[in-house]
């Protein structure tokens, strides 16, 4: 559905953080087994090497509240960033109020040591996915039914639950990196957009936009009238303001041409080096 590409990431400082960048129109295959209360249309992938080629990327919810570490660590190889409806996890976790706590409930049982929240999570895990998505504000009625089958099926395989739980546990290392930043005065440099839901948690609970403003440089955004499922209660808003900021970038800057990777991407150079808008790369 929109102009980003998946890729992987991967960095010797942290050797176990997995980024999640990409986003797809359809549920989760059995390969990644992602559930949609952290990956509401948005995938989640990872690999031992990084691509060399910039690319502008779009994440959700607490993996995107992660995801940007990527950014300041390697700016080169992210173009673009694309959030959505979620502010820096280290300002998540340090603001919780009781509101918060209660509406992300998951984040504090998912981070429980194993094997608790696994087992009950596989003693009905059906009823874990129409439960946590249908306690947001739209209910169900954004999601198909073959949407949630596909979900349903994804988070009953063996060891799905698992890897739910490590990925929402690996916040503990996470928030170092995050306060060994703030300390050092590390911010991103990346372009980025942050969109939220004007009917969710993170409009009522926090300020999106001050808070990402304080751990990056150059942050611009809005409320788009939805809840915490963005891309699936509001999908063309947020195809229009995803499209206009990835293509805003239509030559590459000096000393990045890149092969393209798509007929429709916004870094449009070829391997000839000279771009569509008619600039040579230097």
């Known amino acids: 559905m929109m102009c980003t590409k998946r890729r992987r990431c991967h960095s010797p400082r942290r050797p ?49 509240a992660r995801q940007p ?7 080169e190889r992210v173009g673009r960033l694309v959030l959505l409806d979620v502010a820096p996890t280290l300002a998540m976790y340090g603001q919780t109020s009781q509101d918060f706590a209660t509406a992300y409930w998951h984040w504090f049982f998912l981070i429980q040591p194993a094997p608790l929240p696994e087992r009950l999570i596989e003693a009905d895990p059906a009823a874990y996915v129409r439960e946590v998505i249908g306690r947001r504000g739209a209910g169900l009625a954004p999601f198909t039914e073959s949407a949630l089958a596909e ?75 939805c809840g915490h499922y963005v891309a699936e209660e509001t999908p063309r808003r947020l195809l229009e303001r995803v499209d206009a900021f990835l293509g805003e970038d239509r030559a590459c800057p000096p000393g990045r041409c890149i092969e393209s990777w798509s007929t429709t991407t916004p870094w449009p150079c070829s391997t000839t080096r000279t771009c569509c808008c008619s600039a040579t790369c230097t």
Not at 24 to 30: E, G, I, K, L
Not at 69 to 75: G, K, V
Not at 189 to 209: A, K, S, Y
């Open 16 to 64: 176990s953080a997995q980024c999640r960048l990409g986003t797809s129109a359809t549920p989760p295959s059995s390969s990644s087994a992602a559930s949609p209360d952290v990956r509401s249309g948005t995938s989640t992938r990872c690999s031992s090497a990084a691509r060399s080629t910039p690319t502008p990327n779009t994440a959700n919810t607490a993996n995107a």
């Open 69 to 75: 570490w990527c950014t300041p660590t390697h700016p």
């Open 151 to 225: 979900y349903e099926r994804c988070i009953a395989l063996p060891g799905a639950a698992h890897g739910l739980c490590e990925d929402y546990r690996a916040a503990g290392i996470d928030l170092d990196h995050d306060r060994a930043d703030r300390d050092a005065q590390r911010r991103m440099r990346t372009p980025t957009l942050v969109l939220w839901g004007r009917d969710g948690v993170i409009e009522r609970c926090f300020r999106p936009l001050d808070e990402w403003r304080r751990v990056a440089t150059d942050v611009r955004g809005e409320a788009l009238p």
